[in-house]
């Protein structure tokens, strides 16, 4: 005859196995009976038991209704299946002692699931889910998870593994693993509670996630998030927050929307809105609104606020110290002064008390340390300075060497070698590269000033003054224009050597000239007669700094004619008079002479006296003449009527 589900097990082949629902135990074991269960070595001695059945005190057999997929194992399991239910597993006394209709559920424990009337629950340990009624698809691992004082009747697709996990819950898609986990939920949903006494505290706030040893273990807050053992572990009312590492965050309480991403991250915060990733970021932090990413970034930091850190142990020694912000490995990492804000990998490392600066690029304010206000923006900007301030460094190299303060560089390696120079002002690739110690020196330009080491020297346009040494309180305005020589001094140039007009609204220049100001007033005692030797000439430009080679050869000489002077004529004149102050020939560059014919003007203002005077005399000499002679005609009229 065909065999029914039946197992055998034994070293013989069991005999008469005929009936459906068969189970034997034992070598050559007979049975006859339908549903029958058989333990023995043989026919002789075979035990035929027909479930339900109890050996050795334990009931054993498929629970109520007799149900084939169902197993019932204990006093009272599954005494109340009702037929319908079915594929259900009962191991323990009273184990799904109320499933009546309920299919697929498995119980394990003394009053596992003893209660349950819902489907496709799990519990595995002594009490486990033993107050759920209609709860359907929870999953229950360890003694009384899922059950406890406030029963957890309704609760659906929870899952629990531990002592009292999810032992109070009547809430849905919970998941508690760990003794403790989530012991206390009610009507809390979407929880994942993972770790000994995780969310233990938490009754009805919903969408929490606690991973480690009491990870959020007092929280009542909603959609916390901690990983990490003490995570959160002291927060209660605070809401929105996420901790990730140990001890993140484990001192808050009410404080709200915080992020601690690391070992002790925000550890000591008890306040909302502070954004903390890296172990010990903002580990003593106390107060709010602080942002720190980095090992060690803002670690010190006690009451200060409005910090920002990013980088490793940016802001590191800063405590008290508020509105400060670094971003770079080693930002401000000595910093205790406030309103500071650098840049860069080691931006402005060294600073202490200093306050107000602001360094942007690798390198800048790296050897400050109480210089206040100043602005450094490009690599090794400002890189020298310790103390002073009012200083800004914009540029690789701007201001690199500078310790004095009120100078400003704007330009790559600007005011580069300058130390104690103040009141320095370049704006311009090189400008003002090579000074070191002068002072009251503008230079706006590329390259303006570049080898200037002179004081009170200005120079607007690019190249402007690019000549200039040791020469100072010179002014020049344009393209490449440049002084009489590289040490002159006291001097003005407007335009460069291509220039050939000079437009003004006005045709005269106001020149200083109060008695007051002058001593050892006399006559000029130079005039026609000097006059006499000036050569004035007209001429074509062929200037030699045209030529590659700096000889002119007629090649490029200007079309028109000017008119002027020579200025070794104008020195030679000057010289034979004895009246080289006069200045007519300025011979500071010996390899170009200059003239200042203007300076001739007082000297033609005597000659035109002079001749005034002359022509005076002879009029005067004129009018007796012609009174003599009138009066000879008279006379001589007389003589001949007489």
Known sequence: MATKKALVVGVNRAQNIDNADTLLVGGGVDASAAGALAIGATTATSVVLTPPTTIQGVTVGRGGGAVASNTAVGASALTLNTGTGIANTAVGGSA?????????????????????????????????????????????????????????????????LGYSALSSNTANQNTAVGSLALSANTSGTGHVAVGY?????????????????????????ASNTAVGGLALTATTTGNSNVAVGKSALAANIVGSSNVAIGTNALA?????????????????????????????????????ANVTAIGNQALFSATTASDNTAIGSGALVLATGANNTAVGSGAIDSL??????????????????????????????????????????????ALANNTASSNTAVGNQAALANTSGATLVAVGASALATSVSAADCTAVGANALTASTGAQNT????????????????????????????????????????????????????????????????????????????????????????????????????????????????????????????????????????????????????????????????????????????????????????
């Open 268 to 304: 000591s915060a008890n306040t909302s809105g502070s954004v903390a990733v890296g172990s010990s970021a903002l580990t003593l932090a106390t107060v709010a609104g602080n942002v720190a990413v980095g090992n060690l970034a803002a670690s010190s930091l006690t009451t200060g």
């Open 96 to 160: 799904l002692a109320a499933n009546t209709t309920g299919d697929q559920q498995t119980a394990v424990g003394f009053n596992a699931l003893t209660a349950v009337t819902g489907t496709g629950n799990t519990a595995v340990g002594a009490g486990c889910g033993q107050n759920i009624t209609n709860g359907t698809f929870n999953t229950g691992v360890g003694a009384f998870a899922l059950s406890g004082l406030s029963a957890a009747t309704t609760g659906s697709s929870n899952v629990a």
């Open 459 to 642: 120079a607007l346009g690019s190249g402007a003054g690019s000549s200039v040494t040791s020469g100072s309180n010179v002014t020049l305005v344009g393209f490449n224009a440049q002084p009489t020589a590289a040490t002159s001094l006291n001097q003005i140039t407007l335009g460069n050597s291509s220039v050939t007009q000079l437009r003004c609204a006005v045709n005269t220049i106001t020149l200083i000239s109060d008695q007051r100001d002058k001593a050892e007033i006399q006559d000029l005692t130079l005039g026609l007669d000097f006059l006499k030797t000036v050569h004035p000439v007209q001429f074509k430009w062929d200037r030699r700094e045209w030529y590659d080679d700096g000889v002119s050869d007629g090649s490029k000489k200007q079309d028109k004619f000017e008119p002027g002077f020579i200025a070794q004529e104008l020195d030679a004149a000057q010289t034979a008079a004895t009246a080289e102050w006069l200045g007519l020939a300025l011979k500071d560059n010996p390899d170009r002479w200059e003239a200042t014919p203007l300076r001739l003007f007082p000297v033609v203002v005597k000659a035109c006296q002079e001749l005034a005077a002359q022509a005076a005399a002879a009029t005067a000499r004129a009018i007796e003449a012609e009174r003599r002679l009138d009066a000879l005609e008279a006379a001589l009229a007389a003589l001949q009527n007489g």
């Open 197 to 221: 006494n995780a969310l233990a505290t938490v009754t009805t706030a919903a969408d929490c996630t606690a991973v480690g040893n009491s990870a959020l273990a007092s929280a009542t807050g």
């Open 352 to 397: 202490t008390t200093g306050t107000g600066n602001i360094g942007v690029g690798v390198g800048v304010l790296t050897a400050a340390t109480t210089s206040v206000n100043n602005v450094a923006v490009g690599n090794s900007a400002l890189g020298a300075q310790v103390g002073g301030g009012q200083n800004v460094g914009v540029g690789t190299n």
